[in-house]
Each structure stands twice: as C-alpha cells, then as structure tokens.
C-alpha cells in the first residue's frame, strides 16, 4: 500500500491530469474526511493508485488516463489494512475537463439505508453468495442465525454426477447445484429455492415473517420494497458487467439432455438503500457497496430478474 496521490506532490503532478476526489456522507452530502481510497483499472483490475483523504475529505491522483474506466473503492485507512469494514465502490470513465470527483460514501447511515448486518460468505462459503445475503437479511428481523446453519440445513441442494463423462445435476430453479463449501465444485442457485431456506428457517425459529419470490420486480417495485423498509436478496454479477458464462462450468439439469453453459460472474447481494440515482447493497464479498442505480438494475434484468424480500 503506497497511499500516493496526496503526498508530496510534483508541479507535473498539479497539471491538466490531476484528479481531485471528495469523500462525502450518502445523504446529507457533508465531507467524511481521512477515508482510504483506492483506484483500480476497471479491465484488468490493477491498482493504479491509491491515497488518503484530509480532513476537508478531499484526496489527488495524478496517474490516470483520459478516457480509461476505473473502479474507485473507499474505506477507513484501519479496515484496509484489515480487509473488513465498510466499502464504497463506484465506476467512472476518467475525462481531464471534469477534475472533481465526488464520491458518495455510507460511513454516516441514516434512516434511509436498512441496518442490514454485514455477513461475509468466506471463507467457509465460497459459492455461497446467496445463502449469506439472506443470512444476513433474516438476521436483520433479529432471527439470529448463522450462514452454516442456513447452508447446511435449510438450503435446498443436490451434488453432480458424472455419467459417461458428462456432468449432471439440479436446475438451479430447483436446488443449489453442488455444495456452496466446495470451492472447487460449488455453483449457484436461483430465488426459488432461496424462498423455501427461508420458509423453513422461519417455521423452525417460530418467526413473525413471510418470505415472497419478487423475480420479475420492476425497479420501481423493488425500490418501493426498500422504501418500506424490506430488505431485497437480488441476483446480479459480480462487477455489474455482462453474465459470463462457459461450458466446461456447465452440466446436463435433471430431466434434460441438452448440456447448458454455467455463469462465471452470477452473485448475489442484499439492497438496503436508495438515494439519488445510487443503490446501497450488503455484498457478503465486500461489505456495503454503492453502485449506480441504473446499471445495479441492468444487472438485475440481464440474469432474469431474480429477487426475494423477506417481511414482517
């Protein structure tokens, strides 16, 4: 960790290629100073800079390239160095005639953003992206469960097998394919049996909720659930690029006989918050992220609009 970009900087350093990034609160737009920021090619994911706010929340860089994406992440200097804590996470497109920056961060929550509990899936669940947020979303109603409770008892799954050397297993609208502890084979699975893990979680734990399937949600309706103050388990990828998918990750559903490719990027996160054209998500890979609301959706539609909210 270099924390260069406001340390000691050249003349050239102050030229036409400087960036000036401010760190400010998500709804009240105050500055939040000394935060850890770290810029990152969007491509090929190198760090290209990194730097440490003042006190007024302002921090430079001096090492971008006009018209390349970048992904910005900020945290506090003591959770980077431990990996954990809170994380805002935005993309931009560099471009010289805008030298501000103003990122929004969620260090302050308010009353806009559900108190989600973090719930991070490694390492014990590393294909478990969506038994984790619903995890977390259960534990938000106070249920007091633990990810491997929810995995290894509730979570409907069913292994591969391996038939004249093809791979066979569940559709992932029916059961999670492979085991998510098993990073080798672990794969995923879609909202449908996320539903029942919940049901059965609350039937056993005597809760007061209901778990609804909202895949095929507008928008509108997922953001109204939020409003309403109803956390939302959805599907997106990964880094809200285009799903990816291969073949060799695929396998033959049971009942079919036709070989399907397997996603390589498909994850799934908890939306908390909204405001201001961005989305605030409890990423079980990350922690509190923010994203731009349209391309969060984007996402959301390009893998079939998978979604599930838990109520009171």
């Known amino acids: 960790m270099l924390l260069s970009g406001c340390n000691q900087l050249t003349q050239q350093d102050k030229q036409k290629n400087q960036l000036t990034v401010l760190t400010v609160e998500f709804n009240s737009g105050a500055p939040i100073p000394n935060l850890y920021i770290k810029v990152t090619d969007k491509e090929t994911g190198e760090e290209v800079e990194d730097a440490l706010g003042s006190e007024e929340g302002e921090a430079t860089f001096s090492k971008l390239v006009e018209g390349k994406a970048y992904t910005i992440a900020a945290t506090t200097l003591e959770n980077s160095m431990g990996g954990d804590g809170y994380t805002t996470i935005d993309t931009f497109t560099y471009d010289t005639s805008k030298p501000y920056y103003r990122l929004q961060t969620h260090f302050s929550r308010d009353e806009q953003e559900l108190d989600v509990p973090i719930v991070m899936q ?26 491997l409770e929810m995995a290894d008892t509730y979570l409907p799954k069913q292994e591969f097998s391996i038939i004249g050397g093809q791979r066979f297993g569940p559709d992932p609208e029916h059961a999670f394919a492979g085991d998510p502890r098993d990073k080798a084979n672990g794969m995923y699975v879609f909202a449908a049996p996320i539903v ?7 039937i056993d734990k005597q809760a007061d909720l209901r778990v609804t399937d909202k895949s095929g949600a507008s928008q509108q309706e997922i953001l109204k659930l939020v409003q309403e103050g109803v956390p939302v388990v959805m599907w997106v990828t990964l880094d809200l690029s285009a799903p990816k998918t291969k073949a060799s990750k695929g396998w033959i559903y049971e009942g079919e006989t036709t070989k399907r490719k397997g996603y390589v990027n498909l994850h799934a996160v908890v939306l908390t918050g909204h405001l201001g054209g961005k989305v605030v998500v409890m990423d079980p890979l990350k922690g509190y992220v923010t994203y731009n609301e349209d391309q969060f959706f984007k996402s959301y539609q390009e893998l079939n609009a998978q979604a599930v909210a838990v109520h009171k």
């Open 196 to 202: 029942k893990a919940a049901q059965a979680a609350i």
């Open 122 to 147: 490694n390492p014990e669940l590393p294909h478990g992206c969506e038994i984790t947020s619903l995890t977390a979303v259960l534990n938000y109603y106070g249920m007091n469960v633990t990810k």
